[in-house]
């Protein structure tokens, strides 16, 4: 069996304020950090005291005298958020969430045909009999590329595709593709898990439940943990949020221990490196170890996942259960499909057809073990 843990960056469609494309760095990461802040701020009982708060982060995003930002628009099914007048300052009309009902939605631009190609390059090459795919679309959207895309580049579809919409609006889920011989016999959603502070996840710990040719039963735990990308200066606040999910995920896992399951493994962009505090309390769950660490992995010229490989940059993981982790017989990470710039020249590292940044399969290299 192989195992493998990809995160896509989209494939269809793509949030155009994370779209490398479109405008400057700077611009879209003040984009995306006005727009999680003022989705956080809808959500309140009261608005009072954060009426300034919000009529400057509709402005930031573009939306204060109109509906139609260049990367956000204002929907409203019912209630009025703001009063517009023609001439004087535009103030608040909602008092709290119960006075109206709408959102601020990011635009979307289309994936650039040839990086979903990369991807599906990606997939190929790595012929995994399980994928767990971070950041995708919606179960229609990976089910066509798995059927169209795959074996358009010499690769075989997928029989099983499923993806359990979680908690981030900007439609970026953890799924699952599988194998005909590896029986996808059970889900459990973990999108209303909460603690002290609030839900824990920021997408999902999907759990997908599947059976083995031999009869095992095999737990994989999909997760996208908090971004680091659109908090605020040190990353306190996401800090503290992937250290809720770690916490909760460690949880999870000694539950399904305690159920009988034996052959788990947590997967995907856990967004912080190992030596982070934030991921301390999973990565410190005994019997939980990193594929990583098998003498048979294989780095491929850098130690991190993410971006230009550098080791600080080790944010995706296969954590394995000790069952599997002692019948692994090898692993590594695999980079073609990464955009590096000019610099990007050595054959392990890209495809033929790879020419630019907007070609690129994904900005995180695939795991497998």
């Not at 229609?140 to 590329?145: H, K, S, V």
């Not at 994989?220 to 250290?243: I, M, Q």
């Not at 539950?255 to 997967?267: C, D, F, K, P, Q």
Request: glycine share 8%; with cysteine; proline share 4%.
């Amino acid at each position: 069996m192989r195992l493998a843990s990809f995160n896509v960056e989209n494939l269809f469609a793509r949030p155009k304020a994370m779209a490398e494309s479109e405008g400057d760095a700077a611009t879209r990461t003040k984009v995306l950090a006005a727009h999680a802040r003022l989705s956080s701020l809808f959500e309140r009982h009261s608005y009072t005291g954060a009426e300034d708060d919000i009529l400057a982060l509709l402005d930031t995003l573009g939306v204060l005298r109109s509906d139609e930002g260049p990367y956000v628009r204002l929907r409203k099914l019912r209630g009025q958020l703001v009063k517009r007048p023609r001439s004087g300052a535009v103030t608040l009309a909602a008092t709290g969430r119960a006075d109206w009902v709408g959102w601020v939605e990011l635009k979307t631009v289309a994936v650039n045909a040839r990086a979903t190609e990369n991807t599906a390059r990606v997939l190929e090459a790595l012929d995994a009999d399980l994928v767990t795919v971070v950041e995708a679309d919606d179960r229609p959207g990976l089910q066509m590329f798995s059927e169209a895309l795959l074996p358009a580049v010499g690769g075989t579809p997928y029989e099983q595709v499923m993806v359990v919409e979680g908690n981030d609006a900007r439609g970026i889920d953890v799924g699952l593709m599988a194998s005909g011989d590896y029986r996808l016999v059970q889900m459990r959603t973990h999108v209303f898990d909460t603690d002290g502070q609030g839900t824990v996840f920021s997408r999902d710990c999907c759990e997908y439940h599947v059976e083995t040719p031999l009869g095992t039963r095999i737990v994989l735990l999909a997760n996208h943990f908090k971004s680091k990308g659109y908090s605020s200066p040190g990353d306190p606040t996401g800090a503290k949020r992937r250290e809720r999910q770690a916490t909760r995920v460690a949880r999870i896992v000694r539950s399904l221990r305690n159920e009988g399951i034996e052959h788990l493994a947590v997967t995907g962009d856990l967004n912080d490196d190992p030596a982070s505090a934030s991921l301390a309390p999973l990565l410190a769950v005994d019997g939980l170890t990193d594929v990583s660490e098998h003498p048979s992995f294989d780095w491929n010229h850098r130690r991190g996942t993410y971006g230009s490989g550098n080791e600080k940059d080790k944010i995706d993981y296969i954590l394995l259960s000790d069952p599997l982790f002692t019948r692994m017989i090898g692993g590594g990470v695999f980079r073609k499909g990464v955009w590096r710039g000019s610099r990007t020249k050595d054959p392990w590292e890209i495809f033929p057809t790879l020419t630019s940044r907007v070609e690129e399969a994904s900005d995180h290299a695939a795991l497998w073990g």
